[in-house]
């Protein structure tokens, strides 16, 4: 099982980046997908999440009106898009994959597999 997480870089304070996570090894359309971050000197946190059938989405708070995640079953690809971001969005992203459903799909310890990272970095 593989996930590739790629679209991070250096932005100004109020651009926009699309993340993007390309799974393979797994019948993507049976899993649950994540995103969370984790800034220097925090814990991992959760983004955002998508379920794996009917595409409900769930946010945290912080980013809840900016950030938008979505899927293409077809691509074996979750992606984050985020817009208005802020220097407090800094952090390496993740994206993750559980099977089905979790209702405790905030928490990263319900997740099986994890991409590499790829680090975003807001400046103001």
């Known amino acids: 099982v593989q996930l590739q997480a790629s679209g991070g870089g250096l932005v100004q304070a109020g651009g926009s980046l699309r993340l993007s996570c390309a799974a393979s090894?797994?019948?993507?359309?049976?899993?649950?997908m994540g995103w969370f971050r984790q800034a220097p000197g925090k814990e991992r946190e959760f983004v955002a999440a998508?379920?794996?059938?009917?595409?409900?989405?769930y946010y945290a708070d912080s980013v809840k009106g900016r950030f938008t995640i979505s899927r293409d079953n077809a691509k074996n690809t979750v992606y984050l898009q985020t817009t208005s971001l802020k220097p407090e969005d800094t952090a390496v992203y993740y994206c993750?994959?559980?099977?089905?459903?979790?209702?405790?799909?905030?928490?990263?310890?319900?997740?099986?597999?994890w991409g590499q990272g790829t680090p975003v970095t807001v400046s103001s």
């Open positions: 993750a994959a559980r099977y089905r459903y979790s209702l405790h799909y905030s928490r990263s310890s319900e997740y099986t597999y």
């Open positions: 090894g797994i019948t993507f359309s049976n899993y649950f």
């Open positions: 998508v379920t794996y059938n009917d595409g409900t989405t």
